[in-house]
């Protein structure tokens, strides 16, 4: 077999355990993003509107915060903030992977930065340290493999909840998928004693600050949370040089 033949058949075989791999989560984005429609209607988006946002934005969690404050009548600075502090996570996502696949076309990167969601970094970051014989070319077509089924099913369902609107009844509390989700991603990562006191300082503060208006303990708690964990990784590293 040719080198090129093997290195496609090898790129083929990344992308089909991507998206293998993905699949468990769509037990949790399924009611996610139709949770988001549904939310998305009742706050008054009409079914454009709310694809529109899915399909642009294509982040649950700032999604869900942006409708809660424009609900609350928030001023238009505050929503924009809140969304991006909620997605500030993102940036580090990238700073993460760009070891891996920096070396790829920018057409590439701008896509993978488009379609990045939290399943396509954490299952892509553990794909990677764990076989670091991986080839960009596997490393791309593992992270497409996921995004394939993560996005494909936000987008069809969100649609779906935004066409049902408030059939949906109430008592499926469907609002149990947010925090699952969150904790099925991030539990796994907590591998560092910064991650650790990141996640411990986010917590904290977001319940201190809860009174805040406009929800505005997330944007807190996600700067005291960055500054935590970043505090602690110098002072790790200096412990590390004195030792």
């Known amino acids: 077999m040719r080198p090129e033949q093997t290195r496609s058949r090898h790129a083929r075989a990344a992308y089909w355990r991507g998206l293998r791999d993905c699949v ?16 998305a209607r009742d706050a ?12 642009i934005v294509i982040a649950g969690a700032s999604q869900f915060t942006a409708v809660a404050l424009m609900q609350e ?3 238009v600075f505050i929503v924009l903030l809140a969304a991006l502090a909620v997605n500030a996570r993102m940036a ?12 790829a076309p ?15 970094f954490a299952l ?3 794909e990677y340290d764990d076989h670091p014989e991986m080839r960009l070319r596997e490393k791309l077509a593992y992270y497409f493999g996921v995004i394939t089924p993560a996005c494909g099913a936000w987008y069809a369902f969100t649609f779906l909840g935004a066409v049902l609107g408030r059939a949906v009844p ?19 990562m907590m591998k ?22 406009y929800n505005a303990a997330l944007v807190v708690a996600a700067l005291l949370a960055m500054i935590a964990g970043a505090r602690c990784e110098v002072w790790l590293a200096r412990r590390r040089v004195m030792a």
Do not use: K, T, W
């Open 44 to 55: 008054g988006l009409n079914l454009l509107e709310a694809m529109s946002m899915s399909v």
């Open 24 to 39: 468990p989560f769509i037990i949790i984005i399924v009611p996610y993003s139709m949770l988001f429609g549904v939310v």
């Open 124 to 126: 892509s970051i553990r």
């Open 170 to 188: 109430p008592e499926l509390s469907l609002h149990f998928a947010v925090p699952v989700c969150f904790i099925a991603l991030v539990a796994p």
């Open 106 to 120: 920018i057409r590439l990167r701008a896509i993978m930065a488009y379609l990045m969601v939290d399943q396509a």
């Open 192 to 213: 560092s004693l910064p991650h650790v006191v990141a996640a411990f300082v986010s917590i904290l503060s977001a319940v201190l600050f809860a009174d805040l208006p």
């Open 92 to 103: 580090m996502y990238s700073a993460a992977l760009q070891p891996h696949v920096g070396r």
């Open 73 to 75: 009548h928030a001023p």
